[in-house]
Structure formats: structure tokens, C-alpha cells
């Protein structure tokens, strides 16, 4: 099959990418006319105190003028509930993985641990810096090996909660040394004072993708199924699934999502740049399905897809062929089935 050359044309879903760009970058104030908020490419919709790193909308740890040694950084969110960031790579490009904890007098909750047993010992020691009380409940909201290959890290004892399409493909990794709780729906933790919530919102990233909800705080972690400006990884997706399940999450009633790779800003900016990515993921699908109406078999479609604004994200080069062939799997009905 001759390929003609799409050169730079950009898919018929990219102009309402473009029209969501403009409705959700939130504006900032960051001191003086001349701030990066008067940037065309960031209108500004409201006015509030973001950090002047936040200003600059990447994944990109240096980008934003960090160096490694800034790593790991740890944010209270709320009193007791704190964000966890630590880079990793994949091939050259770093980005950070992000777990939440939650202290409480009767343990502590950890949402996702860390992609080695070294970081994960580091992830727990930090833990420690802030608290004395032990480490109960592990949650793996994504069962991805960046999430889950230190977990034989925590200590003896520890209840992992997971859902069961999960728990099923961890069996017999050192990811679940401990006794596993499977969670199909919903299940609610009292922790002290604190209610937690762990809730399957549905099919996203893996198939097995559980939240954390803490209501009174108003915060949710979202794991995998939100990359805070991360080109959308479906290696393990269902495509149209994850936007229906993003739209859960808005549907709730919550101030700070926390997502599972990305930066973790300021509410606003978080939860327009989840509507972003929840923007994305209609991209790489539209995308996918124009190639696909258009007659391309996968390789030839992967050769051909371009993404807009989506080109420039972090991890574009690595993840964009396995979105398509995902994509693709999805239109043919060949996704597998694991249980709900």
C-alpha cells in the first residue's frame, strides 16, 4: 500500500483540542503585566496565586528548572495527606512517579508505591521523617510496574487492596507479598479520624484502575489514570473506557486531583489540566479512528498519526505507536476482557 504523505495536516479533532486549550489553562498571577500568564498559549480564566514553576505547563522536571537533586519532593495537601514525587526514566526523558500517603493515629495509608524496592525504601523513610506510626494498607491503584515493583519494599504485615483485574495479573510477583484485599466497586476505610474511600470509577490505564478519595479533604488520587501533561500510555488501555471514567472523577465532589505521573500543582491548575488530558485522550482517538476510516493497517497508521499540541508532551516518541495500536484493538473488539 503506497502511504501518501500527510505532512503536517492535523487531525479533524485537533481545532476543538485547540477551542480546549483556550477554556481550561488556567490563568495565574505571579506578580507584574509582563508574568508568563499573559502568554497567549495560557489564556487567562481566573486569577489565584500559582508558583512560578507552575507557570510553565510540562512534565518536563528541567523545563521547569528543577534539578535531580530537588528529588524526592514531598507536598501536604491537606493536614495528614501528603504527595510524593520522584523521577524516573524512560529512556531519555525523566518524569516524575507520584504516590500519596495519608497519616493518621491509627496508620498510615500509602496509594501507589514507587517503581524499585530502592525507591520504595526511600518513599517509606520519607514516610517516616513525618510520622512514627506504621504503615497499614498499601493501595495499588495501578498495577504497572512503575507503581508497584518496590512493594515487597513495605513491611510485613501490610494489607494490599486491589482490584481484581490487578490483583490477577500481580499474582505471584513479589508486587503482593502480603495478604491482598480485592475491591470490585467500593470499599470505605476508617483510619483514625480520617474516611477513606477506594473506588473503582472504571476501566482506564490498566483495567484494574482504583482511586483514592478523601471527602472531607476533597482530594482524590487518581493514579495512571491521569498523566499530568504525559503524552496519554495505553499499553494496557481502554481508550474510550478512561474518558468516561475521567468523567466520573469531575463528577465528584472534589478540589485536588492528584495524578499518577506529572507535576502536582495547584488544585486549579490541576483539575483544568485533568480536563486537558481528559482532551487528549479524545485526540489520540480521533486520530486513531480517522487513520483507521481512512483504510491504514496499524504500522502504516503509526507512521502517519500526528497529534497536534500532543507532539511536544513527554513521552510522545515512546507512547504514541501503542495508543494507536490500542486504539485500534478497541475499533476491531480485540481488547481482552478481564474481569470486572
Known amino acids: 500500500m503506497k502511504i501518501p504523505d500527510r505532512g503536517s495536516a492535523r487531525p479533524d479533532s485537533f481545532a476543538s483540542f485547540i477551542a480546549l486549550l483556550a477554556i481550561v489553562s488556567v490563568g495565574a498571577c505571579s506578580g507584574g503585566a509582563d508574568s508568563e500568564a499573559d502568554d497567549p498559549a495560557e489564556p487567562t480564566t481566573a486569577t489565584v496565586d ?37 523521577l524516573r526514566s524512560a529512556g531519555e526523558e525523566m518524569f516524575t512517579t507520584v504516590s500519596m500517603f495519608v497519616v493518621t493515629d491509627d496508620g ?20 517516616a521523617e513525618i510520622t512514627d ?32 483485574t490487578s490483583a490477577a495479573a500481580l499474582e505471584g510477583m513479589d508486587a503482593v ?33 482504583l482511586v483514592v478519595h478523601l471527602p472531607e479533604e476533597s482530594i482524590i488520587f487518581m493514579s495512571e489514570a ?44 490541576l483539575a483544568d489540566e485533568l480536563e486537558l488530558f481528559q482532551g487528549a485522550i479524545r485526540v489520540v482517538i480521533d486520530q486513531a479512528r480517522q487513520l483507521h476510516e481512512e483504510g491504514y493497517g496499524v504500522e502504516d497508521a503509526q507512521q502517519q498519526a ?23 484493538a478497541e475499533i476491531d473488539g480485540t481488547l481482552p476482557e478481564p474481569p470486572r
Open 50 to 86: 500559582i508558583p512560578a514553576d507552575q507557570l510553565i505547563r510540562t512534565a518536563d522536571p528541567f523545563a521547569r528548572g528543577y534539578t535531580v537533586d530537588d528529588f524526592p519532593r514531598v507536598k501536604e495537601l491537606a493536614p495528614g495527606v501528603y504527595s510524593y514525587e520522584q
Open 108 to 127: 498510615v495509608l500509602v496509594a501507589d508505591g514507587q517503581g524499585s524496592v530502592e525507591e520504595t525504601d526511600r518513599l517509606i523513610d520519607h514516610i
Open 133 to 164: 506510626q506504621p504503615i497499614r494498607t498499601v493501595v495499588i491503584a495501578s498495577d504497572h510496574g512503575d507503581h508497584t515493583a518496590g512493594n515487597s519494599a513495605f513491611p510485613e504485615g501490610v494489607e494490599f487492596i486491589a482490584h481484581p
Open 177 to 209: 507479598p502480603n495478604a491482598t484485599r480485592t475491591v470490585a466497586d467500593e470499599v470505605v476505610l476508617q483510619m483514625g479520624d480520617k474516611e477513606v474511600r477506594v473506588l473503582h470509577l472504571g476501566r482506564a490505564h490498566t483495567g484494574g484502575d
Open 226 to 269: 491521569y498523566l499530568h501533561r504525559v503524552f496519554p500510555a495505553m499499553r494496557s488501555a481502554y481508550p474510550s473506557e478512561w474518558i468516561e471514567m475521567i468523567e466520573r472523577a469531575q463528577a465528584m465532589d472534589v478540589e485536588t486531583y492528584v495524578p499518577g505521573h506529572g507535576f502536582v500543582d495547584h488544585p486549579t491548575i
Open 306 to 328: 500526528f497529534f497536534g499540541d500532543l507532539e511536544e508532551w513527554s513521552l510522545r516518541e515512546s507512547q504514541g505507536d501503542r495508543a494507536i495500536a490500542q486504539v485500534y
